[in-house]
């Protein structure tokens, strides 16, 4: 504001200069008003178009934080698999010993029938009430014999479920710590080609990171930032020569990597934009300077234009205060956001 106010104090100075000025202005005005006048139909289908690409980048944010959810869960299920197998085995091994304990319990069970089977043998020879005293002896050791038995086979039983159940989960958990390895591959490869993109581009745009450009990685994509006075005059949806330069170059990285989507994002800060044509306001201004840095990239004729998305913010994303010049300006910018196609994750998620 404190540049428009000294620009206009100048023209006031100066009669010949504000008549050229307003000329300039005045034929700007006329060729922006006929490039951008569009169909109140059309309008409505951009923006409807910009509400299907905001609600696509939030479902890819929300798919994201979705992946890292499941991986925490899925780390935490096989830690409690873990848990479950190991109390297993120690019940196993719990009950392999009452087996061996029953079994030899048996086998003494077994000689000591054996023995009063001798014993029975040689008193049928003796007194009646001798050999009904073995005989009742004998039904004991019988009845106890068979108890032993029973426990043995119930033992043996639930040692074998045991087993197949352990074998059950110990493939299940192989299968999920395989499924999960492949997806923390995935996921590194991601990483990797996202690191290597950041590289690529900081290279590519190294003569203009001193200008108002940076580039940095969040969550899991490529931020290419270009503040507002490397792009575009002050409330223009025109981008300058030297933001065009910077387009172009990034353009030639974005034609050697045909697997990276790009979401073109225009923000501004919370001063209100004074209506000149078709803009109204500052969602306007930067949905259009989406949509003209768009038309800059597509001039290089290796990109398809299904990889490109515009996206206006309006006021609404600062990274600033805009209670000072400093933070207003950083808050006007406009982000190149780079993201690796996710088509094998999706397929194993699947």
Known sequence: MQKTTLYLSKLQSTKTMNRVKLYLILASILML???????????????SELQQANQQLNRLKGENEQLKVENA???MQIQRYEKRIDGMIKDSLQRIGEWQRLSHAYDSLYAEHSSLQDSYELLLKGSQKESTKLMRQLQDAQEELKKKEASLAA?????????????RLTAELNKRDARLKELESILFKKDSV?????????EALLGFEGEGLSVNIRNGKVYVSLEENLLFPSGSTVVNPRGKEALKKLAQVLERNPDINITIEGHTDNVPYKSKGEIKDNWDLSVMRATAIIRIILENKGIDPKRLTAAGKGEFSPIASNKTAEGRAKNRRTEIILTPKLDELFKILE
């Open 33 to 47: 008003a006929g490039v951008s006048c569009v169909p109140l139909q059309k309008y409505r289908s951009t923006e």
């Open 73 to 75: 869960e899925m780390k």
């Open 155 to 167: 033992l043996e039983k639930s040692l074998n479920e045991k087993k197949l159940n352990l074998d």
């Open 194 to 202: 996202v690191r290597a993109l950041r590289n690529v581009v900081s």
